[in-house]
């Protein structure tokens, strides 16, 4: 494993940093001033109950949801950043704005693939489109991203002609060849059958020991454990704990953690097998 302790990240200046984060949907406040730092090389897993706020959260990461309120930066420069009073602090310009979220690629629980475009198809769209390069070098970087995953061989299939394991592979790949510094990961399992889940939990592995930081909204608590550097527990919309995955996981101090993770001991006896191929 490649990716770097908690206090050897904390030596770095964080990737992301993220201050007094709050989202409101109406009345209701789901996020209620988030603060996290995220560190080259780590990978950072979010836990929660359902509504505690994780995939919200994740999403205004990249701005696929507006904050309310805060400030979000990302290598430095800030992306979003706004006053509870809805005041303005920064002028983004949104090529810029756009520019750093081109860096940051996300894989989606529903894997979004395009229907209408064959599996090589997809994984080189973003580059075509956004980036603009040719379609020589992209096609020869797709096709060493789909072998990376293990979907070489169906580069010429259709998505309806994939498994959900498959397809959320195909998806990885996708995100891989934007050239991001960082992949943001919204429970990418919890759409696939038990015996798929395994093959898209391997690619992340694989990932992970290669360096790539990462953000993963999860609920499979063995691959916090075993391949997460952090942790960080989500609840009402606050954080509640977060820590290495043994403290967290292993020692919860906070009662809700403490619940939400009972069923942890069965679920890593599940994931050993796994992590250690």
């Given at each position: 494993?490649?990716a770097?302790?908690?206090?050897?990240?904390?030596?770095?200046?964080?990737?992301?940093?993220?201050?007094?984060?709050?989202?409101?949907?109406g009345?209701?406040?789901?996020?209620?001033?988030?603060?996290?730092?995220v560190?080259?090389?780590?990978v950072v897993?979010?836990?929660?109950s359902?509504?505690?706020?994780?995939?919200?959260?994740?999403?205004?990461?990249?701005?696929?949801?507006?904050?309310?309120?805060?400030?979000?930066?990302?290598?430095?420069?800030?992306?979003?950043?706004?006053?509870?009073?809805?005041?303005?602090?920064?002028?983004?310009?949104?090529?810029?704005?756009?520019?750093?979220r081109?860096?940051v690629?996300?894989?989606?629980?529903?894997?979004?693939?395009?229907?209408?475009?064959?599996?090589?198809?997809?994984?080189?769209?973003?580059?075509?489109?956004?980036?603009?390069e040719d379609?020589?070098?992209?096609?020869?970087?797709?096709?060493?991203?789909?072998?990376k995953?293990?979907?070489a061989?169906?580069a010429?299939?259709?998505?309806?002609?994939?498994?959900?394991?498959?397809?959320?592979?195909?998806?990885?790949a996708?995100?891989?060849?934007?050239?991001?510094?960082?992949?943001?990961?919204?429970?990418p399992?919890?759409?696939?059958?038990p015996e798929?889940?395994?093959?898209?939990l391997?690619?992340?592995?694989?990932l992970?020991?290669?360096?790539?930081?990462?953000?993963?909204?999860?609920?499979?608590?063995?691959?916090?454990?075993?391949?997460?550097?952090?942790?960080v527990?989500?609840?009402?919309?606050?954080?509640?704990?977060?820590g290495?995955?043994?403290?967290?996981?292993?020692h919860?101090?906070?009662?809700r953690?403490?619940?939400?993770?009972n069923?942890f001991?069965?679920?890593?006896?599940?994931?050993?097998?796994?992590?250690?191929?």
């Amino acid at each position: 494993m490649t990716a770097p302790t908690q206090s050897a990240a904390a030596t770095a200046a964080p990737l992301v940093r993220i201050r007094n984060i709050r989202k409101s949907f109406g009345a209701h406040e789901v996020l209620k001033g988030i603060d996290l730092d995220v560190y080259p090389g780590e990978v950072v897993a979010l836990l929660g109950s359902s509504g505690s706020g994780k995939t919200t959260l994740l999403r205004c990461v990249n701005l696929l949801e507006q904050p309310t309120s805060g400030r979000i930066a990302i290598g430095g420069k800030p992306i979003y950043d706004r006053s509870p009073d809805g005041r303005d602090n920064a002028r983004l310009r949104a090529r810029d704005v756009a520019a750093m979220r081109s860096r940051v690629g996300m894989v989606f629980q529903q894997f979004n693939l395009f229907p209408h475009m064959n599996v090589l198809a997809n994984v080189m769209e973003g580059p075509r489109t956004v980036l603009k390069e040719d379609d020589r070098t992209n096609r020869t970087r797709a096709m060493e991203l789909l072998a990376k995953v293990g979907m070489a061989d169906f580069a010429d299939r259709m998505p309806t002609r994939l498994s959900g394991g498959q397809k959320q592979r195909v998806s990885i790949a996708r995100a891989l060849n934007m050239r991001p510094t960082m992949m943001l990961f919204d429970e990418p399992t919890s759409a696939l059958d038990p015996e798929l889940v395994g093959e898209v939990l391997n690619t992340m592995i694989g990932l992970a020991r290669e360096g790539m930081t990462m953000l993963v909204v999860t609920h499979e608590l063995g691959f916090a454990l075993e391949v997460a550097t952090r942790v960080v527990f989500l609840d009402q919309g606050a954080i509640a704990a977060q820590g290495t995955p043994q403290q967290v996981l292993l020692h919860p101090e906070n009662e809700r953690v403490r619940t939400f993770v009972n069923r942890f001991h069965a679920t890593a006896e599940l994931m050993r097998p796994l992590l250690a191929t």
